[in-house]
């Protein structure tokens, strides 16, 4: 019965250790995750400044009227 109780012990201790590695590799990824997140969170904000500074320069954008109302695009144009 003592090999038996010494078996069970070590099977017990190593469940632990395993379990302990486990948790930290799942902590791990989850910084990761995070960290991951956040970054395409900035990437998402950094090419919607993109786009803003590029309607912004002046040109609208096809299918946007200009200043006078002209259709941008292809010839829109009315006949009279």
Do not use: C
């Not at 590799?25 to 993109?50: C, P």
């Amino acid at each position: 019965m003592t090999l038996g109780n010494a078996l069970w012990t070590a099977l017990v201790f190593e469940q632990g250790q395993t379990i302990e590695a486990q948790r930290g590799l799942i902590r791990e990824m989850l910084k990761d995750s995070t960290q991951l997140a956040a970054l395409k969170d900035k990437l998402a904000r950094d090419d919607g400044k993109q786009i803003h500074k590029k309607t912004d320069l002046g040109a609208p954008l096809r299918g946007q009227r200009d200043p006078i109302g002209r259709q941008n695009g292809r010839g829109n144009r009315r006949t009279p």
